[in-house]
């Protein structure tokens, strides 16, 4: 990776063209099946441009209680767009058309405007889960009848690709904008692509450069996700499968359980009996012997298994798991 980022072609990309840029730009657009995209620094700026521009102020969007957009992001929507966030409690954090069919507000002088769904997959606080297609793409379809658009956060989203075999086009077909990234599964240092039509992606230019994310030889990280996507992507497959190591040994030990029922990508959420004490006080622990996680609330926390761990690592992390925890 940083080789291909040392030998990367690069321009201004602010006032005419990086060439490393648009390469990754077009080839991210191509593989989700949309008009054009446009390369930020975070996965945050592409979520919070990505709805403002499917909203003017006062309006607001569905979305769920456990939503990156909503809970990680500092309510950005509403500091820097003026909009509100309706939030919906999922069913282990999945939305379904059943629990939104209600939530759109009438058009009446009271209320904000619903304008907007959005989506997560696969759902960080959900353990990683995948929200599966046909419920997506029910709810997609239900938006767009009922004249609202959908963004997808699909920070992760080449993880539902590659452990389903769904092609990342076909989790993408009933959004209207999506934003991915590239420095959680796929190791690149920095950076996220937004999508959608041509037109939609020129105005997100024109705000890119109003939150300050204009780049400059921005080619040189945008060869880092390139070579992410095109080395590190098949390989997510090998995250999964440590994952199921974890979980299984978490299933083994009587003090700690899943979040969840199952783990479906790279994500656990690991819950501590009371006589483990607090998941602060466990993670330093774990820390101490080598083993980062990060705690998730009172006594949960978060594994996330990435390119960096080793199989080797992975069955060792376990044992020191089962043993810290027995
Ligand atoms: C689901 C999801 N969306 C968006 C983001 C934001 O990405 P960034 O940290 O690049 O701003 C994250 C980060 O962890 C995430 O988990």
Aim: hydrophobic share 40%; aromatic share 6%.
């Amino acid at each position: 990776m940083l080789a291909a980022m040392s030998q990367a072609k690069v321009g201004d990309a602010i006032i005419d063209i990086d060439p490393s840029t648009r390469l990754l730009e077009e080839t991210v657009a191509e593989m989700l099946g949309k008009e054009d995209a446009l390369f930020m620094p975070s996965g945050t700026m592409t979520n919070q441009i990505g709805i403002r521009l499917h909203c003017i102020p006062g309006d607001e969007f569905l979305c769920e209680y456990e939503c990156h957009i909503y809970t990680y992001e500092q309510g950005g929507f509403a500091q820097l767009s003026q909009l509100v966030a309706h939030t919906v409690v999922g069913n282990e954090c999945l939305l379904n058309v059943e629990l939104i069919r209600n939530r759109i507000r009438p058009d009446n002088d009271h209320f904000a405007r619903t304008k907007l769904v959005c989506l997560e997959n696969t759902h960080n606080r959900g353990g990683g889960r995948i929200h599966p297609l046909a419920q997506v793409n029910e709810i997609c379809d239900w938006a767009h009848s009922h004249q609202l658009k959908t963004h997808l956060d699909g920070a992760r989203l080449f993880n539902a690709a590659v452990a389903t075999g769904i092609a990342e086009r076909d989790w993408c077909r009933g959004f209207d904008s999506v934003s991915v990234c590239f420095s959680k599964g796929l190791g690149a240092p920095v950076g996220s692509c937004l999508v959608g039509t041509k037109e939609y992606i020129l105005r997100a230019k024109r705000a890119r450069k109003l939150f300050g994310g204009g780049m400059r030889q921005s080619g040189f990280l945008a060869a880092a996700a390139l070579y992410g996507l095109q080395h590190q992507r098949d390989r997510l497959a090998e995250d999964h499968a440590n994952a199921q190591i974890i979980s299984e040994a978490v299933r083994r030990s009587e003090k700690l359980s899943l979040a969840f029922e199952t783990v479906d990508t790279n994500i656990l959420i690991v819950r501590l009996d009371e006589s483990l004490g607090t998941a602060a006080d466990f993670v330093q622990r774990l820390a101490t012997m080598g083993v980062a996680a990060l705690p998730f609330g009172l006594r949960s926390l978060r594994l996330v298994t990435h390119l960096d761990v080793s199989r080797e690592q992975i069955l060792r992390a376990c044992e020191i798991l089962e043993e810290l925890a027995s």
